[in-house]
């Protein structure tokens, strides 16, 4: 128990002194995945909304493929992705390997089928009495879609944090497609996996507590909105 006790003191140490690896991972972090979750939040909630508002032929076979996607290997899409962007793939000549671009892409794959069935789900769940109501009030279309998501709006936030939480905490994107580069395309999760196997805790638990405050500041920044 000692080492870890240690390792949790050098830990602080390494954030309040601003360790230049340590925070590096963070920045890298933080503005891959905020990149991925604009770009999913704005593709995957229009798309489950009208998955889910609207009956067509063939919605249940997206469904079903959408509900497989829910627990696609973070792996098979780096491997996806890497194929598409190495310098032999379709993508090769925008150079998009080791970026953080090019994790971000990935992540944006990993989370938009997140977003999508679960507002998709969301929105199943609506009143169908609401939209009669408000038919009978007298509303446009545009009236009845913004009552509709302001009502889901608590599952529409629910499918926003469970798709950062996804993307925060995958490893094989990262690490395949970023190539765990130091100061370059090195992420919180990427660097803990490398310090932890190279026996430097301390790095490993002071990333591990970045990530875990994260986590609790987004929970908590949910549970807020909800009150308000």
């Known amino acids: 128990m000692d080492f870890l006790v240690a390792g949790f003191i050098k830990a602080v140490e390494l954030l309040i002194n601003f360790d230049q690896g340590t925070w590096s991972a963070i920045c890298a972090t933080l503005r891959v995945s905020t990149c991925s979750m604009l770009l999913s939040l704005g593709a995957g909630l229009p798309a489950g909304f009208l998955l889910g508002y609207f009956d067509f032929k063939g919605k249940r076979a997206l469904r079903t493929v959408l509900d497989t996607l829910l627990s696609l290997p973070t792996v098979s899409v780096g491997l996806l992705v890497y194929a598409f962007i190495a310098s032999r793939g379709p993508l090769g000549q ?10 971000a892409i990935g992540q944006t794959i990993l989370a938009f089928p997140i977003v999508t069935a679960i507002t998709a789900s969301v929105v199943e769940g609506i009143d169908p009495e609401l939209k009669l109501t408000l ?3 007298g509303a446009g279309k545009k009236n009845i879609i913004t009552t509709c998501l ?3 709006r608590y599952g529409l936030l629910a499918a926003a944090v ?3 939480g996804r993307v925060l905490t995958e490893v094989g994107i990262s690490m395949m497609v970023g190539g765990n580069i130091k100061y370059h395309t ?5 660097a803990i996996a490398l310090e932890t196997n190279k026996g430097l805790f301390a790095d490993g638990i002071a990333l591990g507590i970045v990530l875990i405050s994260i986590a609790f500041a987004v929970n908590i920044s949910l549970s807020f909105l909800r009150k308000k």
């Open 94 to 103: 925008f150079e998009l390997l080791f970026t953080l671009t090019g994790i």
């Open 150 to 152: 302001w009502e889901v």
């Open 135 to 137: 038919l009978s009030l």
């Open 162 to 164: 469970t798709a950062y």
């Open 186 to 190: 090195r992420t919180i999760t990427t």
